[in-house]
């Protein structure tokens, strides 16, 4: 049973109990009226308590059950809602932890809310594509008034519950045991007579309501583009305040049921999923015993490894930062003291603050300083023979079970791990630039590689606010990988007639951050240069247009230089068209005899994402990634994938995969046609008219 319900001395208390956040599904929302009807019978109760056992009052609708029939199912959550107020024996809400979205609302459907100091409120709905769709447009401002109520309600934002003291949202504060004072504040109005206050009945109070939501319209336009749900709230508010809180409830409902279709809230609850399980490794269980880490070691103070050091810090770990050359050590401290002076200026941080993150850094320039640290990550140069010294001298000078990792973004670690005697203890951590601001870090497993020490890294990646996604071990691992065929097929279709600005345009226009010539002008041409050099030893089958290398021939770096594809001015990140680019690189098509064409900007989506898709699939097939989901978060936190579209792979099932096969064997017949060698998961989910997700 999802709800337990017990009687102490004249007040019955009725306790949520559905771990993990006591989720308002359908057993959830029965056992809640049922409870209310049982308190009503008894004439030995006063009134009634409504909790949440273990460490939620509530975290909202049971986000699992949308889109199925149970979300629909009476009691829905307005029903169970409609209970509690309409309850003749006041109901106290008694919160501790979380009360959010549904939990929330149904707080506010309660005649008094109790809480403890610490608790998240919060409408976030909105983060999931929708907005609170059980009156919480509604009671929030009569509770809360109009401003702060919409704020909430459009940032989706926790406030903690102690900061709320003194509105009408909370009638006491306890500092105590929360259930032994709600029972006695829940005595004491149990033996006044009613009717007991109800928030719907309060007067929002503004003076000049239809001003304040124009404003609000007007902000929230600028900043939430391509996402409907923040505007809908507004609809939902504006109706309630202007005609009333039923009329407010109505159209809050047909809000609520358009929103929950989009792909937009789709694509959200997808990312929400996504980045839960990426947490999950298949054949590693959750309870498996991770090892201590107190202490870290990172080794090589450039930006790298600068921003992964600045990670631990953040969380309070100290680091033990190497380098070789005291002049490269001080540059590397430098520039961390930088960053945070830059989040002082900001007013994110504080000097002490400052001055006591750098304090956990001890700089050295021997090995055997590491030798206490309980994980130590390389990032040095990108070169095999660099990492066979370092993990040689690890292996060496590394306490036994210490993790040693490498933040390889390419190479075999399967060899860096045979560089040791305990290959069991090494894993890829690779955590993308600036490592201390980018969200995504791939995990790599090793053939070798410990459960416990994945489940360790795993475990870390949370503590310092990443999200962490394994991989197998293949070049590039999930994302560059990937992304490599996303820049070949760029590169084809320069060669074929576009130019890079309309390249960039449509693919941002699709909703990247950023196009891949844009991109590649920022990361340094010379970093794919190497790449390609490389692989045309090791793949010389593979083939790639070489407008690319001729730009790096002619010293076009990117930004760094000065110029790359685009051309660039000084204290000037604006990228701007370059005519002598342009031209040589409509020459190259010429001397390759290739008759230019206009490319539509639908083709450079499609080839640009369906190259993802495809070797998305492949990985999949390979077993590189374990889900689907798990390379949408790659895409999602690392790539600059559009959030609202949930990732390469949903935005495949999105298409449909009949219709990304029929694209892909379009483009198999055009020149260049060869690059694509289309994934046997696409076609074989696409006769079968199943998708990467379901
Ligand atoms: C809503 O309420 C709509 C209503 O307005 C209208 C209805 C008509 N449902 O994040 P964690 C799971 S929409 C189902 O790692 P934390 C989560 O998947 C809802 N499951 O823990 C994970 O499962 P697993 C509005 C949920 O302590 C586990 O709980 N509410 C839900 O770091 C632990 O999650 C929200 O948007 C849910 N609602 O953070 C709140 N919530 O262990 C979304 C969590 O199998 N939730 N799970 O991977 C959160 O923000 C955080 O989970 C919370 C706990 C702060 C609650």
């Avoid at 709905?125 to 509604?138: D, H, M, R, S, W």
């Avoid at 190497?322 to 430098?334: S, T, V």
């Avoid at 860096?416 to 601001?437: C, L």
Wanted: aromatic share 6%.
């Amino acid at each position: 049973m999802a709800v337990d319900y017990t009687t102490h001395d004249g007040i019955a208390v009725i306790t949520l109990n559905n771990p993990p956040v006591n989720g308002l599904g359908l057993s959830t929302r029965m056992g809640i009226v049922e409870g209310i009807d049982r308190a009503q019978h008894d004439p030995a109760v006063k009134a009634i308590v409504l909790t949440g056992a273990g460490k939620a009052f509530s975290g909202g609708a049971d986000i699992t059950e949308f889109n199925t029939p149970k979300a629909f199912q009476e009691p829905t959550l307005a029903t169970v809602i409609k209970a509690v107020e309409g309850s003749a024996k006041p109901v106290v809400a008694a919160i501790h932890s979380v009360a959010m979205g549904g939990g929330l609302e149904l707080a506010l459907g309660a005649h008094y809310r109790v809480a403890a100091p610490g608790a998240q409120i919060a409408l976030p709905e909105v983060k999931l594509g929708i907005l609170p769709g059980a009156g919480g447009t509604q009671r929030l401002p009569r509770a809360l008034g109009l401003e702060a109520a919409l704020n909430m309600i459009v940032s989706g934002t926790p406030v903690m519950s102690e900061k709320l003291a003194g509105t009408p949202m909370f009638d006491q504060m306890v500092e105590g045991n929360l259930l032994e004072d709600a029972l006695a504040f829940a005595r004491k109005v149990g033996a006044q007579s009613g009717p007991h206050p109800k928030i719907r009945d309060r007067n929002i109070g503004h003076p000049n309501a239809a001003g304040f939501i124009q404003f609000a319209r007007n902000s929230v336009a600028g900043v939430a583009k391509q996402y409907p749900a923040p505007h809908k709230c507004i609809d939902a508010i504006e109706a309630g305040v202007l005609k009333g809180f039923d009329h407010g409830v109505k159209v809050e409902r047909e809000c609520f049921l358009a929103l929950v279709q989009t792909p937009e809230s789709k694509a959200l609850r997808h990312a929400f999923f996504g980045e839960r399980a990426a947490s999950k490794i298949p054949d590693v269980p959750s309870d498996t015993p991770a090892r201590n880490i107190d202490k870290v070691g990172v080794i090589g103070a450039g930006t790298m490894g600068g921003g992964i050091a600045m990670n631990f810090v953040n969380a309070g770990l100290p680091v033990t930062l190497l380098e070789m050359k005291q002049d490269a050590l001080e540059r590397g401290l430098a520039t961390i003291r930088k960053n945070y002076e830059a989040t002082v200026k900001k007013g994110k941080l504080t000097m002490e603050a400052l001055e006591q993150r750098m304090s956990l850094i001890t700089p050295t320039l021997t090995y055997e300083a590491l030798g206490d640290a309980d994980l130590i990550i390389e990032a040095v140069y990108e070169e095999l023979g660099v990492k066979e010294q370092v993990f040689t001298r690890l292996d060496e000078v590394a306490k036994p079970g210490a993790i040693l990792a490498s933040n390889t973004s390419t190479l075999d670690l399967n060899k860096i791990a045979a560089f040791t005697k305990r290959p069991q203890d090494v894993v890829g951590m690779h955590f993308f630039s600036p490592a201390n601001v980018m969200k995504l870090l791939e995990v790599v497993r090793g053939k070798d590689t410990a459960k416990d020490v994945l489940a360790t890294v795993m475990q870390v990646a949370k503590k310092i606010r990443k999200t962490a996604v394994v991989s197998g071990v293949c070049d590039g691992f999930i994302g560059n990988r990937m992304v490599e065929q996303y820049v070949r097929q760029a590169l084809f279709m320069l060669e074929e007639g576009a130019l890079p600005a309309q390249v960039d345009k449509a693919i941002e226009k699709f909703g990247f951050a950023m196009g891949p010539f844009r991109m590649s002008d920022l990361a340094g041409n010379d970093i794919g240069w190497a790449i390609r050099k490389r692989r045309y030893q090791e793949e010389p089958h593979m083939r790639y247009s070489k407008i690319a290398d001729r730009l790096c021939e002619a010293g076009r770096f990117g930004q760094k230089t000065g110029g790359g594809w685009y051309d660039y001015k000084a204290g000037d990140r604006n990228a701007y068209p370059s005519k002598p680019i342009d031209e040589m690189i409509v020459a190259h098509s010429k001397e390759l005899g290739i008759e230019r064409r206009k490319i539509s900007d639908d083709e450079i989506v499609e080839r640009l994402v369906f190259a993802l898709v495809n070797e998305g699939a492949k990985i999949l097939e390979e077993g590189i990634a374990s889900k689907a989901s798990d390379i949408d978060m790659v895409y999602l936190t690392g790539y600059g994938f559009p959030l609202w579209r949930g990732g390469p792979m949903l935005y495949a099932d999105s298409v449909g995969l009949y219709n990304v096969e029929r694209a892909i064997r379009r483009y198999a017949a055009q020149p260049n046609g060869d690059a694509w060698q289309i994934a046997a998961g696409i076609v074989e989910r696409a006769a079968q008219g199943r998708g990467f997700n379901s």
